[in-house]
């Protein structure tokens, strides 16, 4: 019963430094989501996919770099890490089977940029 | 620029009574909403959905109540129990995709 996995759970990064957040899921969903929390704030859309080769930017997608090669991975680069994007970061997925459908979520990677 | 607001940042409830929880959004071609439960530590996990054809959608002792003219979605929870205590996010959306979450209320039910 994995669901959505995140890793790492941790990391603190120094400014300008780059790092990949991984994201798989093993419940063949074609739609993906990555999201970031800031303190005190709600969620955040910084990119999403709707199936394998095919990203959408969100609300906030500045700084961010996603790709989308198969149904299970969904990766989220970040190229030169700025003390902004100190914040927690969500990956989900969804079947959108239906016309309202539910977001699995991962536990999270809470990343400090220092 | 927040389109969906939860402007209860917590809530205080005695175990058994009802908790009753406000999302207001400004953007009137919202047509999906729905609301996650948030544990510390632990990502947002679903709790009920409703769409803009309905006014109001039950999952046992949760009700979510739609009001489309006012902009307005209450979630009730009846029994409250310790269980619930937790953060509860709303969410809307246009095209079911791109989701805009609240800054969430915080809900301890108090045994």
């Known amino acids: 019963n994995a669901g959505v996995t995140q890793t790492p759970k941790f990391r603190i990064l120094k400014i300008g430094q780059s790092m990949t957040l991984q994201c798989t899921q093993d419940?063949?969903?074609?739609?993906m989501y990555w999201y970031r929390q800031d303190p005190g704030m709600g969620l955040k859309l910084i990119y999403y996919?709707?199936?394998?080769?095919?990203?959408d930017k969100g609300e906030v997608p500045n700084g961010y770099n996603v790709s989308r090669s198969t149904t299970e991975d969904f990766p989220l680069r970040l190229e030169l890490a700025a003390p902004s994007q100190t914040s927690v970061y969500f990956c989900?997925?969804?079947?959108?089977?239906?016309?309202?459908?539910?977001?699995?979520f991962g536990q999270g990677t809470r990343l400090t940029v220092v | 620029d927040q389109q969906v607001k939860q402007n209860s940042p917590s809530l205080s409830v005695q175990e058994g009574r009802i908790s009753i929880l406000n999302c207001d959004y400004t953007?009137?071609?919202?047509?999906?909403f729905l609301w996650y439960k948030k544990y510390p530590a632990e990502g947002p996990t679903f709790l009920i959905s409703?769409?803009?054809?309905?006014d109001k959608n039950e999952d046992g002792r949760f009700t979510v109540f739609l009001n489309k003219s006012a902009k307005h979605l209450s979630l009730h929870i009846v029994p409250s129990q310790p269980g619930d205590s937790a953060v509860y996010f709303c969410?809307?959306?246009?095209?079911?995709?791109?989701?805009?979450f609240g800054t969430g209320t915080s809900l301890t039910v108090i045994p």
């Open positions: 989900a997925s969804s079947s959108r089977e239906g016309a309202v459908t539910e977001a699995f």
């Open positions: 419940m063949n969903h074609n739609y």
């Open positions: 996919s709707v199936g394998a080769g095919i990203t």
């Open positions: 953007n009137s071609m919202f047509d999906y």
């Open positions: 409703i769409s803009s054809i309905k």
């Open positions: 969410a809307a959306s246009e095209d079911g995709n791109q989701f805009y």
